[in-house]
T-cell receptor, first 112, second 116 residues
Framework: DAKTTQPTSMDCAEGRAANLPCNHS???????VYWYRQIHSQGPQYIIH???NNETNEMASLIITEDRKSSTLILPHATLRDTAVYYC?????????????FGKGTKLSVIP | SQTIHQWPATLVQPVGSPLSLECTVE??????LYWYRQAAGRGLQLLFY??????ISSEVPQNLSASRPQDRQFILSSKKLLLSDSGFYLC???????????????FGNGTRLTVT
């Protein structure tokens, strides 16, 4: 799986948009970009994923650059409950490919 | 909606004792099931995955074993725990089938195991 690079930490004011960047310059054509988050002492929570096009769901938006070498996760209106470590992962899915390599992620702190 | 249950949430066991962690999934059929371990400050390590009842694949040699006695039940076991088995154990599921290539993993809340 391609390696990802994320900032170690970020702050965001409550109610503002949180924009979390991720670099994945070695991504290959069949690798998806996934975002998970982990609140302390809980299991990782799936947020969103995409291949080429921008994606949006009830939790967040995912913006993938045209060359696919980077992406941004957007939480449109951050709340205190969004404070967590956010992981960007790129992986190939398919038979036998179940490994999920989490890096150190970005610790997002939402400030009142 | 689908839910995944893991228990217990925390466990303290002495070295040499047996282990049994259980995971069940509700609201879906024929899921892929996974056991991961997360060491403090590190990423997730895939331990086992299963694509069906009785079908278990092991990713790393270790002191642990897994079983899937029912479609939505996944059990992690050990006959004799080692100190190095301490960690945060996570069960997860994903959709199986023709669309599994695009299916994210959904995790339980984990079991924090301390072997003393």
């Amino acid at each position: 799986d391609a390696k990802t690079t994320q900032p170690t930490s970020m702050d965001c004011a409550e109610g503002r948009a949180a924009n979390l960047p991720c670099n994945h310059s070695t991504i290959s054509g069949n690798e998806y970009v996934y975002w998970y988050r982990q609140i302390h002492s809980q299991g990782p929570q799936y947020i969103i994923h995409g291949l080429k096009n921008n994606e949006t769901n009830e939790m967040a938006s995912l913006i993938i650059t045209e060359d696919r070498k980077s992406s941004t996760l957007i939480l449109p209106h951050a709340t205190l409950r969004d404070t967590a470590v956010y992981y960007c992962i790129v992986r190939v899915l398919g038979a036998g490919s179940y490994q999920l390599t989490f890096g150190k992620g970005t610790k997002l702190s939402v400030i009142p | 909606s689908q839910t995944i249950h893991q228990w217990p949430a925390t466990l303290v066991q002495p070295v040499g004792s047996p282990l049994s962690l259980e995971c069940t999934v509700e609201g879906t059929s024929n899921p892929n099931l996974y056991w991961y371990r997360q060491a403090a400050g590190r990423g997730l390590q895939l331990l086992f995955y299963s694509v069906g009842i009785g079908q278990i694949s092991s990713e790393v040699p270790q002191n642990l074993s897994a079983s899937r006695p029912q479609d939505r039940q996944f059990i992690l076991s050990s006959k004799k725990l080692l100190l190095s088995d301490s960690g945060f154990y996570l069960c997860a599921w994903s959709v199986r089938g023709s669309r599994s290539y695009n299916s994210p993993l959904h995790f339980g809340n984990g079991t924090r195991l301390t072997v003393t």
